[in-house]
Each structure stands twice: as structure tokens, then as C-alpha cells.
């Protein structure tokens, strides 16, 4: 054959590659194996593509909107919770003859942990002994107290509830002939709701001392209320770490350091608000009291016991009992001293509000003003005065874990050092008593054998 085709014959390609080179020749392979002409060519699994899935739709396309959506995920989320938080509390009020102690149990541990840790440390008592000591010592000062002062209060409170409602039947007055001259319907309803607070209408006890001892309603409440809240409060002080570590065991293993962590810092703000309330209330009872004691208020001593009380419910309680104090005051020595007793109120109630609170409370318990006042009123919502009471240092504690628990620390300076020990799996008695057990012939079986393998 010549260097050109024949006539009719394919075109030279000048160098380009068609189709028909790719496919091979026409009528056949050129080759065994090849692969005939109009046949694709096999793909070999190194380079086969797996085919792409068509694009998802916009989100927008659908008929919710993804605002509406996350609305609803939100929503179903925080109605369980709250739902959850719902039966929490109907199951603390529903037990609240042995929750109130045992937390007033937590409060004394906290505040005389450092008694107890100077009596073991600095004086060499044995830590049972330095408990032992402590508790006695708090109930002797208590006692004693009550003995001093018990039988002028006794008698000074009731005084002082009556001097209060004649309080208000003169402002009552002042308010319908003074310069307001307000209708005598809403005197009369606003007269009623603070006579309420001061006096119930059962039997002529007070609300407020009712409030007090809401942890049970008849003396033997009360007696084992306190039973619960001494036996607790002396095996906080002895064993509290071996306590805590038995809780901090109940969780996973690897949430318990956190947990443990999270919980020392809770207890530090714990105690700084109980110490530092011990100190506000009782510089408002001094204050209020050598105040009403140099104007010659009768009842100065019920006044300033009902100040330091009060003064344990933030806000609320100052306000309530500076009120008394000034109608006390309105009654026994006329208008003139209700407001010099009125300006001391506010005298105190200011330093409290703008030294003591700021620079005793510090960065411990960092509780904005607004979230005292909602607590505050929740917690009475909730479960009256008690609820009051520990409404504050629960929201305060709640703040410093979960601020811990999302990566904020308020107290670096405690370190990561100290670790939640972790006890061990067996126990010796459980232990004894499986391997005496073990060693026990079964008189049908025969005789078993025991770890060890003996017959």
C-alpha cells in the first residue's frame, strides 16, 4: 500500500484523534481483549465516581419558616424545664418539714466551720471533740439568749403588733382629712392589706412569726425540726467532705471533678453571704434599736430583735420592719419622732445599702439589685417567708456553678488542686460477708468454691 489511502478511504487526521481511533476498528478488535467498536470502555473502580446527589432546597423554601422552627424547638425545650423545676418545688414544699432544717443545717456548718477548724487546728482538739464543743456552744448561746430576753419579748411582741395597727389607724385618718383626701373605700383596702401582714385574722397571731416557724405548724414540728437541724448540722461539721464525696459518687465519673470543682465555689459564696448577712442584720438591729432607744420608743429590745429577723430577707424584710419601728414610734411619742425615727430608718437602710452590701458582700455574691428583688419575691411566692429567706443565697450559689460550669471561674485562687475522692468499689463488710458467703457448702450443690479456688 502507498504512503496515501485509496479513493473513498478514511482522511488522513493530520494528527488529530478522532472517535474512531478511540473506538478502534470498525469491524472488530485488532486484538483479543479489545473492545468493540459502538462499546464504551470499562471504568476501572480507582477512578469511578460515585453519582452526586441532587442540592438540598433552601431552607426558606419550606412552608416554616427557620425562625418559627427554632421558636418551636426552644419552646418544647423550656416548657420541660419548667415543667421539671414545677415539680421540684411542689416536692420541697411537699417535704418542707425536713428540707428547712436541713438547709438551716448547711447554713450553721458554713458559718462555724471556722470555729471548729481553730479548735482542731490552733488547740489541738480531736475534730469530734471540736464539734462536740461547737454544737454546744451554739445551742448554750442560744439558749441563753432566749432566757435573757425571752420573757420581754414574749410580752413586747404582742405590744408591738397592737402598737403597729393603732400606727396605722392614725395614718389611716391622716390620709382621709389630710391634704390627699382619699375616699375612705381605698384607705380602707390598703389599711386591711397591711394589717394582714402584721396580724392574722385567726386567733390574733401574726403572719410574720407565722412565717417564721412555717418549717412546721405545731410544737412537735418544731421540736424535730430543730432535732433534725442539730443532728445534721454536727455531722456536716464532722464528716461534710465524706458526705459530699458520697453525693459527687452518685454522678458519672467524668462529670464528677467538674461537679466537685463547681460545688467548693458554691460553698465559698455560700458562706460569704451568710457571714456578711449576720453582720448586715445586726448592724441594722443596733442601729434601729439605739435609735428608737434614745427617742424613748418603748419596746426598743422586740424592735431591734424584729430588725435583725427581718433583716435575713433582703429588701423586703428592712423596709417591713423600719415601717414598724416608725409607726412604734408615731404611737408612743407622736409625729415629730416618727419622722426623726424615719430618718434613722433611712439613715441605716443606706448604709447598708451603699457600704455594707457592696464592699462585705464584694465579688462573693454578685447579684444585681433587680435580681434580689425578683428572688426575693419569687421565693415568698413560692413558699412564704421560708422561701424568702433562702430565695437570695440559693440564687447566689446557682450563679457561681453555672458560671463555673460554662468556663467563667470567680475564684481562681482556689485552684484545681483539691479532688473529690473517688471511694472504692468494694467495701470490707460487703467484702467479708460475699466471702463468708462463698465459703458456705450449698447442701444440695455441695461445697462451692471461693475466689481463691479452695474446695
Request: glycine share 12%; with cysteine; charged share 10%.
Amino acid at each position: 500500500m502507498g504512503l496515501f489511502p485509496p479513493l473513498g478511504g478514511p482522511s488522513p487526521s493530520l494528527g488529530l484523534v478522532t472517535s474512531d481511533d478511540l473506538d478502534g476498528p470498525a469491524h472488530g478488535p485488532a486484538h483479543p481483549g479489545a473492545t468493540p467498536a459502538g462499546t464504551p470502555a470499562p471504568v476501572s473502580p480507582a477512578t469511578a465516581t460515585l453519582p452526586t446527589a441532587p442540592a438540598p432546597a433552601p431552607a426558606s423554601a419550606g412552608p416554616v419558616p427557620p425562625s418559627v422552627r427554632a421558636a418551636a424547638d426552644w419552646s418544647w425545650r423550656l416548657i420541660l424545664i419548667g415543667a421539671a423545676l414545677a415539680v421540684l418545688m411542689w416536692l420541697l414544699v411537699q417535704v418542707k418539714v425536713v428540707v428547712v432544717p436541713v438547709a438551716i443545717a448547711l447554713l450553721l456548718a458554713v458559718l462555724l466551720g471556722p470555729v471548729v477548724r481553730f479548735l482542731h487546728v490552733r488547740l489541738g482538739l480531736r475534730r469530734v471533740l471540736a464539734v462536740a464543743v461547737t454544737v454546744i456552744g451554739l445551742v448554750a448561746v442560744v439558749v441563753g439568749l432566749v432566757v435573757l430576753a425571752g420573757a420581754s419579748l414574749v410580752n413586747g411582741i404582742g405590744d408591738l403588733w397592737s402598737q403597729a395597727a393603732e400606727g396605722l389607724e392614725k395614718v389611716r385618718d391622716w390620709l382621709a382629712t389630710g391634704p390627699l383626701q382619699l375616699s375612705d373605700s381605698d384607705v380602707q383596702s390598703w389599711v386591711d392589706r397591711i394589717k394582714d401582714l402584721f396580724s392574722g385574722s385567726g386567733g390574733g397571731s401574726s403572719s410574720l412569726v407565722t412565717g417564721v416557724l412555717h418549717a412546721g405548724t405545731t410544737v412537735a414540728h418544731v421540736a424535730a425540726g430543730t432535732l433534725i437541724t442539730l443532728f445534721c448540722t454536727f455531722f456536716f461539721l464532722l464528716d461534710g467532705r465524706g458526705i459530699w464525696a458520697w453525693v459527687v459518687g452518685l454522678l458519672p465519673r467524668g462529670s464528677r471533678e467538674r461537679v466537685h470543682q463547681a460545688g467548693r465555689r458554691g460553698l465559698v459564696t455560700l458562706g460569704a453571704y451568710t457571714r456578711t448577712q449576720i453582720l448586715v442584720a445586726a448592724v441594722d438591729a443596733v442601729g434601729i434599736g439605739l435609735g428608737a432607744a434614745i427617742l424613748r420608743v418603748p419596746l426598743a429590745l422586740p424592735l431591734a430583735t424584729l430588725v435583725f429577723v427581718g433583716s435575713f430577707i433582703p429588701v423586703v424584710g428592712a423596709v417591713v420592719t423600719g415601717a414598724v419601728a416608725v409607726l412604734v414610734a408615731l404611737v408612743a411619742q407622736g409625729p415629730w419622732a416618727a419622722l426623726i425615727m424615719l430618718g434613722v430608718v433611712l439613715a441605716v437602710q443606706q448604709i447598708e445599702g451603699h457600704v455594707l452590701q457592696p464592699f462585705l458582700m464584694g465579688h462573693a455574691v454578685s447579684l444585681h439589685p433587680v435580681a434580689v428583688l425578683l428572688a426575693v419575691a419569687a421565693g415568698s411566692f413560692a413558699a412564704g417567708i421560708v422561701g424568702a429567706l433562702f430565695a437570695v443565697p440559693l440564687c447566689a450559689v446557682l450563679n457561681t456553678v453555672i458560671l463555673y460550669l460554662h468556663g467563667h471561674d470567680k475564684f481562681p485562687q482556689l485552684g484545681h488542686d483539691d479532688h473529690v475522692a473517688i471511694r472504692e468499689r468494694g467495701h470490707p463488710i460487703l467484702d467479708a460477708s460475699i466471702e463468708q458467703f462463698a465459703d458456705t457448702p450449698d447442701p444440695v450443690a455441695g461445697p462451692t468454691r471461693s475466689r481463691e479456688g479452695r474446695p
